[in-house]
């Protein structure tokens, strides 16, 4: 059982950061959101997945379930290592402005394998060394990944289903091949996630110096296009004639969507999993528990039941539910990791099957706060109906800001409802759901930072089923008060959240 000490956080992905080159980073800005955290005593930054991104930008659909997204590294941090001359940051001043994905491609990425080629060139000694070590490590995951991102590039990012047959179906001498071919873009592309796990890395130690436990988020499916499908199709339901996927992933009618959300990721073959002892997904989670300290397991009810929709179908409405891997899974992941560091996110319709299974691990619970005054079957999302092992949210990454959704979002029976709940809030109705998640029994408190902020629709970062325009958002400079500090601090320490010591792992010398 992983015991979640008491504590109280802020869910904020990295890209919000307002960062040089048009997207958040893993630089300056990221280390004044720490020293933030820090100050206001909160114990948990909460983040999306750090994979790159394969449609729609979205941290949900990624290339990679292993690799991290370029666009997160630091060009501040590579010009100090000396990976690039400072010089050519004059142009990229820090900013606020929503991404422009298309735009930070452009001008920021070619910045980024310029530093990449520098490095090849130039480095010695201690980062030559650390660089060799990281690939030495990772090339159960990195060799699969940098050949399938330079193959990606070389077919003008088509799926790598549409490549020619011998590398679609990576026939051996044809991979080989091509490996050599390739030599220049692969060796660029282990630099840049070399760059990448580097920054990552020296960012969490410095959280870590300040009690601050970074909670990572492992999405349960993979993209279709990503170097997972293509190197193990035999872990997917693909047709053995094309390889198309024969159903694919997403969620019934809902809340959010009246004809459901057809996700369109493949769908595992489990029974080629377990023949195989689940050895992919135990890398995966082993994985994600050496880059972050807890891990949030999104749509955990997959892993009890999955929703099967037919590949050919346009929406979610038709599909059916389909048994997962159940408890085997969790025994074999207690067994190679030694402990479960996950929550689960269990909204939505639950089954007691799929509350069963989570209890019989012992995996804290999902609790958001918006949920609860739809009706008096919404209540157990209500503070006065939680218990210790739940995580509670005011609102996650998939809703509405909590003002936005009080100015627009709200029927007038949840109004009520809501101001009969929590009273008079002369500081806002985002500072009353702040207090009723922070006073609750729930071990683990999360507050997305537009909450914090007391920001509206216009800061919301994604809206589920609608496919443009969403995780944009950035705050502004200068919105990190220390009377906001001051505020939150004093709150913690009355609801007993204030953060624990933590080890720290050793100091490092980061090349990048």
């Known amino acids: ?173 044809t991979v080989a091949t091509t490996r050599q071919e390739l030599k220049v873009e692969t060796d660029l592309r282990r630099v840049i996630q070399f760059f990448f796990y580097e920054q990552w890395h020296a960012l969490r130690r410095y959280c870590a110096q300040r009690s601050i436990r970074v909670v990572g988020d492992i ?129 939505g319709h639950i089954t007691p099957a799929v509350h069963a299974l989570r209890e019989r691990h012992h995996i804290p619970g999902t609790s958001v706060l918006q949920f609860g005054f739809a009706d008096a079957g919404a209540h157990v999302y209500l503070p006065h109906r939680l218990t210790p092992d739940r995580v509670v949210y005011t609102g996650t990454h998939d809703n509405d800001t909590t003002l936005g959704w009080w100015k627009s979002g709200v029927s007038e029976s949840e109004r009520r409802a809501i101001q009969a709940y929590v009273g008079p809030c002369e500081d806002g109705i985002h500072w009353a759901f702040i207090r009723l998640a922070q006073e609750s029994v729930a071990n683990l408190a999360v507050v997305p930072l537009q909450d914090v902020l007391g920001l509206g629709s216009e800061a919301r970062l994604n809206t589920p089923s609608v496919s443009e325009g969403n995780f944009r958002w950035r705050y502004q400079t200068g919105s990190l008060t220390r009377v906001l500090a001051e505020k939150l601090a004093a709150l913690a320490e009355v609801t007993d959240r204030v953060p624990p010591p933590m080890p720290v792992p050793p100091d490092e010398d980061f090349a990048a």
């Open 1 to 173: 059982m992983m015991s979640f000490p008491r504590a109280t956080g802020i869910l904020l992905h990295p890209t919000s950061f307002p960062s040089r080159g048009g997207i958040g980073d893993f630089g300056p800005a990221a280390y004044e959101f720490a020293d933030f955290l820090a100050s206001a005593r909160q114990g948990l930054w909460q983040v999306l997945p750090l994979g790159p991104p394969a449609n729609g930008n979205s941290p949900y659909s990624s290339t990679s379930a292993f690799a991290g997204n370029p666009l997160l590294v630091s060009l501040e941090r590579l010009a100090g290592h000396g990976w690039m001359d400072s010089s050519q940051l004059d142009d990229l001043a820090r900013d606020s402005r929503a991404v422009d994905y298309e735009a930070v491609f452009q001008n920021k990425l070619p910045l980024i394998v310029g530093a990449a080629r520098t490095f090849l060139k130039n480095a010695r000694g201690r980062p030559r060394t650390r660089f060799e070590r990281f690939c030495g490590e990772n090339a159960w995951w990195l060799e699969d990944f940098v050949l399938f991102d330079s193959l990606r590039e070389a077919n003008d990012r088509r799926c790598w289903k549409e490549w020619p047959r011998s590398l679609a179906r990576r026939e051996a001498a």
């Open 219 to 347: 999405a349960i499916f993979v993209a279709y296009d990503s170097a997972d499908v293509w190197a193990h199709c035999d872990l997917f339901r693909l047709r053995k004639d094309d390889l198309e996927p024969e159903a694919v992933s997403g969620v019934p009618p809902d809340a959010f969507s009246a004809t459901g959300q057809r996700w369109g990721t493949p769908l595992y073959d489990w029974d080629a999993i377990r023949a195989r002892g689940y050895d992919w997904w135990i890398d995966r989670l082993r994985w994600g528990a050496q880059t972050c300290d807890y891990i949030r397991l999104d749509h955990f009810r997959g892993f009890d039941q999955f929703w099967e929709i037919p590949a050919n179908d346009a929406t979610a409405a038709n599909g059916r539910w389909v048994d997962g891997p159940k408890d085997e899974l969790f025994n074999k992941l207690r067994d190679a990791l030694g402990g479960l560091p996950f929550f689960a996110e269990d909204l």
